[in-house]
């Protein structure tokens, strides 16, 4: 089992910016990927980025690239997405999620149902 904790959530002003934190513990090296997906009530949960923990790559939501940066800190098992150039928009619950290897685990990257792993996630506000 994998435990993911996120942190960093809170209120900014449009065109500010936050860094969130996702901890993993547990049997994380059966996890490949880790990805951040975020969610607004009544609305399906949408892929942000991922990022593998070996770095052999990154991936971002067409609508994210240039603003968001997702990062990794193995030594800490730690996942991080710098938001930049915040858009009232972007207020949402933001969810970090580990992604078990699959031979086909690159083609479900983007995926929020074949992730395997959740944290509670954080809720970021920006207001306008």
């Known amino acids: 089992q994998v435990h993911l904790v996120e942190s960093g959530g809170g209120l900014v002003q449009a065109g500010g910016s936050l860094r969130l934190s996702c901890a993993a513990s547990?049997?994380?090296?059966?996890?490949?990927?880790m990805g951040w997906f975020r969610q607004n009530p009544g609305k399906e949960r949408e892929f942000v980025a991922a990022?593998?923990?070996?770095?052999?790559?990154?991936y971002y939501a067409d609508s994210m690239k240039g603003r968001f940066t997702i990062s990794r800190d193995n030594g800490k098992n730690t996942v991080y997405l710098q938001m930049n150039s915040l858009k009232p928009e972007d207020t949402a619950v933001y969810y970090c999620?580990?992604?078990?290897?699959?031979?086909?685990?690159?083609?479900?990257?983007?995926?929020?149902?074949?992730?395997?792993?959740w944290g509670q996630g954080t809720q970021v506000t920006v207001s306008s």
């Open positions: 990022i593998t923990w070996s770095g052999s790559g990154s």
């Open positions: 547990g049997r994380s090296f059966s996890v490949v990927a």
């Open positions: 999620a580990g992604l078990k290897y699959t031979p086909n685990w690159a083609v479900n990257v983007m995926a929020p149902t074949f992730y395997d792993y």
